[in-house]
């Protein structure tokens, strides 16, 4: 496969979900919104797009996802009221979500999957490789990934997947790749993809992370991939059908991520991103760490 020299520009993120593992607050409110200190958790995926030059956003969206379109929108009324103030501050904040990126919007009619969201982006993409962002996995800005994934890909062609370490208990809980190292010692060659094995059967302790560089090749063996685990078309057998035949698209590398990620799918991952971002922020956090070591010293 001839490495692409396409530059990426596009980003997929596919916000479609219920959220229910987060009911009651989801239910009338999307679970992308939900606010990491001060920013809904959409908001730094989106910037982390931005940040690596992908400044063109599709966001694959369902029912009641409106707000999420509102926030990326300019909010006038507001915007006239925070200036009449001179609240100069607030109103920068509250104009930076408008201005990350151009934000492009498609309804997922019928919830098949994460296979079937990212099929829902075919006409926007096009024949161009792209990148796929999942919400649930936040990736600290200090720790470019999405940028090395990039790199990755104009390098090789074909697809590109995050890895990251995980405790060999926890691998059902992932897709999981089989890898052959590389001459790079954060990149291995994928030759197989397996959803959320038995413990017994998996591959490796390379846990599958939200983010991926894609060949638009992917899009035709979505087409024809059946159902997989859960009734839903699954991305991770898309990607085992190109890993197995790189013919179809190209190969499938993975960068294995040592840094910082937050994991906001799970309730009790998602309060210690927050507290963990609190912690690091310059107007939040000496006063938070105190209070906290305070409460774990005397209340725990």
Same mark, same amino acid.
């Given at each position: 496969m001839t490495p692409s020299h396409t530059r990426i520009s596009k980003a997929v993120i596919p916000a479609a979900g219920l959220g229910t593992r987060f009911l009651p607050a989801t239910k009338a409110t999307p679970k992308e919104m939900l606010p990491v200190v001060d920013k809904p958790a959409i908001q730094y995926v989106v910037e982390e797009a931005a940040t690596a030059g992908l400044s063109d956003v599709l966001m694959v969206t369902g029912r009641n996802k409106r707000p999420l379109e509102d926030h990326f929108d300019r909010n006038y009324e507001l915007?006239?009221?925070?200036?009449?103030?001179?609240?100069?501050?607030?109103?920068?904040k509250v104009q930076e979500s408008s201005d990350l990126a151009t934000m492009h919007y498609v309804r997922q009619g019928n919830p098949k999957g994460l296979g079937h969201a990212v099929l829902c982006a075919a006409p926007h993409v096009g024949d161009q490789p792209f990148a796929v962002l999942l919400g649930d996995d936040l990736?600290?800005?200090?720790?470019?990934?999405? +940028?090395?994934?990039?790199?990755? +890909?104009? *390098?090789?062609g074909g697809s590109v997947i995050a890895l990251m370490e995980v405790d060999p208990a +926890?691998?059902?809980?992932?897709?999981?790749?089989?890898?052959?190292?590389?001459?790079?010692?954060?990149?291995?060659?994928?030759?197989?993809?397996?959803?959320?094995?038995?413990v017994s059967e998996a591959p490796s302790n390379l846990a599958i992370?939200?983010?991926?560089?894609l060949d638009p090749a992917v899009f035709e063996?979505?087409?024809?991939?059946?159902?997989?685990?859960?009734?839903?078309? *699954?991305?991770?057998?898309a990607l085992q059908a190109l890993a197995s035949d790189p013919s179809l698209g190209g190969p499938v590398h993975g960068v294995v991520f040592k840094g910082r990620r937050y994991d906001t799918g799970d309730r009790g991952d998602?309060?210690?991103a927050i507290v963990r971002l609190a912690c690091e922020r310059e107007d939040l956090g000496p006063d938070f760490r105190t209070w906290l070591r305070s409460f774990v010293t005397e209340e725990m």
């Open positions: 915007e006239e009221a925070l200036h009449r103030k001179g609240d100069e501050s607030r109103l920068s990736i600290d800005p200090r720790d470019p990934l999405l +940028q090395r994934m990039i790199e990755v +890909q104009e *390098q090789h +926890q691998i059902h809980l992932y897709g999981c790749a089989a890898a052959i190292p590389t001459d790079d010692p954060d990149v291995v060659g994928v030759s197989d993809l397996v959803e959320k094995p038995a992370i939200g983010r991926y560089v063996v979505l087409r024809k991939t059946e159902p997989g685990r859960g009734g839903e078309i *699954q991305l991770t057998d998602y309060l210690r």
